[in-house]
């Protein structure tokens, strides 16, 4: 396996269950060449995220902890900065542009929640595909509205999808509108995550982007830059291998990652 890093994570300074240097150390600790902290921004109908005060303490924190472990691995201080987010994003070395809500009825209704499921129920008449529809035509904003540096968990509503539990991933009215909403983002962010974080979480077999979405990707040019959206020190790295394995799969020769230079590229 190539060199490992990680540029999506999170502390208790929002949804994440361990400090800051907790989760640096255990970065350190796998062999880590590099890890990006990446907080969720202020989002003002989420209590979990990061209001002013606690997102310019965890600045302060992330910028301590680059200085001390300064030679043992390289820290970036990114944000996840979600479509509805009312913060700035000024001074940040990476943004991840991420859509955990869609709009319905004035309300704002989680995607990636088990209770998705009743708003579908309730709202869609228990329609997935068109629950995806909205997600997707919101998500494919979320470049040109917050110009961020990589894309998200691009397609998010299938958390609790395994085996089809809830939709056929395949069926032309999915795969329409998650295709048109890549195509969208493309125009502003050619960098999309390759994300294991419900790999570990919910053991589902495969990340986010699907295997047919990553092919979809590559055959449109776009990169891809693996991360474990870790709240805990043992998703740090989580199926990383198995992940550069699909990859090739999929056609990608190499994925990206962050350094002093910007993004580069590093073979798989």
Known sequence: MTEISNFHSHTTYCDGRESAETMLLAAIGKGLRAYGFSGHSHTGFEPWTMDAERAARYRAEVLRLREKYCGEIEVYLGVEQ?????????????VIGSTHNIIVNGEYRAVDSKSAADTVAELFGGDWYAFAA??????????????????????????????????????ARYMTAAVDAMREILKDCNLFEVNTGAM???????????PALLRELRARGGEVI???????????????????????????????????????????
Not at 82 to 94: C, E, I, K, V
Not at 232 to 247: H, K
């Open 200 to 210: 570990f979480s919910l053991k589902r077999s495969v990340p986010y982007p699907a």
């Open 134 to 171: 909205d997600y997707f035509a919101a998500h494919s904003t979320v470049a040109r509205v917050m110009r961020c540096d990589i894309a998200g968990h691009f397609d998010l509503p299938t958390k609790y999808n395994e085996g089809s539990a809830q939709f056929d991933e395949t069926d």
């Open 226 to 268: 693996i991360s474990s959206d870790a709240h805990s020190p043992d998703a740090i790295g989580y199926r990383f291998r198995e992940t550069e394995d699909l990859l090739r799969e999929c056609g990608f020769r190499y994925r990206k990652t962050l350094s002093a230079q910007g993004f580069v590229d590093v073979k798989l």
């Open 82 to 94: 979600d479509l509805y987010s009312d913060a700035p994003t000024d001074g940040y070395d990476f």
